[in-house]
């Protein structure tokens, strides 16, 4: 059954890659601009000044929208996965050799799909900030917040490399 699918899903190649690539785009840049302008700074500052009510106000407030944001990053990762999964499966691309795809798979494997459960468990599930704030526990909600920040940590310079290196690699297919 699935053989007789193949070749409708590959008259649709061209399409599948150009949702790839829009997806690509969405997930890799559409929460720059909120984490450089926004979410940083008011994590940064709150982290400075403890004790200052306002800024760690402005803190909260910036990452419960950020994580409402991040929604669009996350679905668009799905929508990634699916079709890279298709456009890997109508192509018969061999993932034992070398190759700019392998590259780009195992990329996602090893180092983007770990990365990303933990951010949308710290954005959406057990680290959802507005669940959190909701339900009046307050430290729980700080423990999350210092996880996330760790996480953006040990992310934003991953992030800073890898998603130029996988577009470098998905454009010049230099293997």
């Known amino acids: 059954m699935l053989d007789d699918?193949?070749?409708?899903?590959?008259?649709?190649?061209?399409?599948?890659?150009?949702?790839?690539?829009?997806?690509?785009?969405?997930?890799?840049?559409?929460t720059v601009v909120a984490w450089i302008?926004?979410?940083?700074p008011a994590l940064v500052a709150a982290r400075r000044n403890p004790g200052d009510e306002a800024l760690r106000a402005r803190r909260n407030e910036a990452m419960r929208r950020f994580d409402r944001g991040a929604v669009i990053e996350h679905v668009?990762?799905?929508?990634?996965?699916i079709t890279a999964g298709l456009m890997l499966w109508v192509g018969g691309?061999?993932?034992?050799?070398?190759?700019?795809v392998t590259g780009k798979v195992w990329l996602g494997i090893l180092v983007i799909l770990p990365m990303e459960?933990?951010?949308?468990?710290?954005?959406?599930?057990?680290?959802?900030?507005?669940?959190l704030l909701a339900a009046g526990?307050?430290?729980?909600?700080?423990r999350i917040m210092h996880l996330h920040w760790i996480f953006f940590r040990v992310t934003e310079p991953?992030?800073?490399?890898l998603i130029p290196?996988?577009?470098?690699?998905?454009?010049?297919?230099?293997?």
């Open 117 to 131: 459960a933990i951010d949308i468990y710290l954005s959406h599930l057990g680290g959802n900030k507005d669940r």
């Open 76 to 81: 668009a990762l799905v929508v990634l996965i």
């Open 37 to 40: 302008q926004f979410l940083k």
């Open 165 to 175: 290196i996988t577009f470098f690699i998905a454009i010049v297919k230099p293997f």
């Open 158 to 161: 991953i992030i800073v490399v």
């Open 93 to 100: 691309f061999d993932l034992t050799r070398l190759s700019y």
């Open 137 to 142: 526990d307050s430290e729980h909600f700080e």
């Open 5 to 30: 699918l193949r070749p409708l899903i590959a008259s649709f190649y061209p399409y599948l890659k150009a949702i790839h690539v829009f997806s690509a785009a969405l997930w890799s840049f559409s």
